[in-house]
């Protein structure tokens, strides 16, 4: 049964229902190793949706719609970017709309890969940034907001059991897939300057497409390590016998 230590994490991922009844109904048909198995656990997963915002208390599981993340931390170093970004304070939402398109699980290697749409997802926060871009310098901080729409993503979860465990740490990989169109608002992003900030705020929203390809493998890092931190500090000893029992 500790292969389905996956099944179990997606399922609380995309889930926030406050009785574990509700998830075991959802996936009493899905056998493993049977024909069709992917399938029937997507099926299910997208059924809960109305959930997303209750969280599980019985087994101290948070909402999921929003979720917080206290802090956020990214370092990169590099002839053209080197900079420390912390974002603190990071709200997301629009998990509640969203549906999964795919579902695959690899049990032997104790891995889940599902993907997902999002028709509109929303984040703000507070960031502070210290560094040189293209070597620009940047020492700012202040707030941000960015809404995607149209927004697909790909998560891939692995727990490998520890020596004395059947469980054992959880690490997420996040992978965007495509984003039909974004709205991305910084404050201070230039030190005050309001008349030159407006307008870099116009460039970007217009122009940001060119340049995703540059920011991308950045985001996904942010993204993933925020998803780590998350999903292994609540589901690393997740009783999941009790969504699949024997």
Known sequence: MSLLW????????????SLAQDLAESFKNCEVGAPGFDTCVKNGLNTLQPFFTKGIEKYNIKPFDPFFAKEVSQKRGGSRMNYKLKLTNVMESGWT???????????????????QFFPEKYLEGEYEVQGTVFEYPLNN????????????????????????????PVKVRIHQDGIGDMKLHISNLIGGRAVMENILDGIINVSWRPFLPIVKPMIDDLVSSAFTEI????????????????
Do not use: W
């Open 6 to 17: 996956s099944i179990t994490v997606c399922a609380c991922v995309l889930v926030a229902s």
């Open 97 to 115: 709309k969203s549906h999964v398109t795919n579902f695959r699980s690899n049990l032997k290697n104790y891995m889940i890969k599902y993907s």
């Open 231 to 246: 999903l292994d500090k609540n589901f690393r000893n997740f009783p999941f016998e009790e969504i699949f029992p024997k």
């Open 141 to 168: 901080k202040g707030n941000f907001n960015l809404t995607l729409y149209n927004y697909t993503q790909t998560t891939t979860a692995v727990r490998r059991p520890t020596n004395n465990s059947k469980y054992g």
